[in-house]
């Protein structure tokens, strides 16, 4: 049997390639392997990409942190194509920091804007694919623009401090043009709009350390950010779909810099060829951290299964955890799924044991298809 693992990363334990690696040792003595990693736009997405392309070189620099601490951050460039790929969990992801340092009042996408301005300064890029998921922000995309070139200024005409929470006090936007020729496209894999009750402050803030009381904050600083914006005379796009996305990453470039959304999944998918290598294999197997209800909205486990129900192959699902109902499960086209998280561990045992449960789960797998010759 030809199986084929594509799966995401598992956040805050393993990478995609990882856990191919982790599986495939079991996997191999009773089945024809053939893997590729995935991501949807989140961490992860840029090492992905780079598998693809020859041309891409990989760039490090120092730049400012979440919480402004200064960190080793890398994205790859093609000069000749003039093109950059960024994954902005490298400057702002959630990863960079300890639960206890996680709070979107103060965290900043500062990074960010410094390794697009490293790309457009140095190496004279065009265009560039930015990767949004993962973040540990909720600042609308504010540092971007700062270290961009943008001013945000408060009623002292004082640049206004880094964190979500600072957009309370944002009472002008000067804006830029040093940038103006650049193509941005922003591979994401949310919907979310910028504000209200599915927007980032009240679904992405508490995943990053916020309380109920910052998360109300959060959103009352977001809603002056975008009033302040419509008077600069920006067009404003709070409602867009996925201008909530990354903590509102993408409200900034959609705006600001005339960015474009493109979705994370179909981006990747396509760079790497997956429906080619789907179709030569017998058995799909993919996974990612948690299956919950946000499963459907475009990740990757739903994403590839829909893929695999498309070339009539069997989709199985390799997760940290599940929180979804066998009946979701098989509408999503989702047969079986394997969890590293037993009843027995809490979430902290799971992610310190992923690699050792993914030996057994490849096991278990080899126990359940090794006898088949197809599914």
Known sequence: MKVLLC??????????????????????????????????GGEGSADVLAGQFPNLTKQQLSVSGPLGQKIDASYYVDVEAETAIIESAKACGLDLLTEEQRNPLITSTYGVGQLIRHAVDIHRVKKVNLTIGG???????????????FKLLDKNSCEIANGGAALKNLERIVSTDEISDLSISILCDVTNPLLGPNGSAHIFAPQKGASPADVELLEDALSNYADILEKTGIENSRNFASAGAAGGIGFALINCLNAKL???????????????????????????????SQTASGKVCSAVAALARKHAKECIAVVGMNQLSEASLAQMGISKVYQCM????????????TGGRLIQIAEAIVLDYGDSSSV
């Open 7 to 40: 799966p995401d990363s598992f956040k805050d334990s393993l990478s995609s390639q990882a856990i191919i690696d982790s599986l495939t040792g079991a996997l191999s003595a009773s089945f024809e392997i053939s893997s590729q990693p995935l991501s949807d």
């Open 135 to 149: 973040s540990s922000t909720v600042d609308g995309g504010a540092g971007i623009l700062k270290a961009l070139g």
């Open 262 to 292: 493109v979705n994370g999944f179909d981006f990747i998918s396509k760079e790497v060829n997956l429906e080619e290598k789907m179709s030569a294999a017998d058995l799909i197997i993919t996974g990612e951290g948690k299956l919950d």
């Open 342 to 353: 037993t009843e027995e561990m809490t979430k902290e045992e799971s992610l310190s044991n």
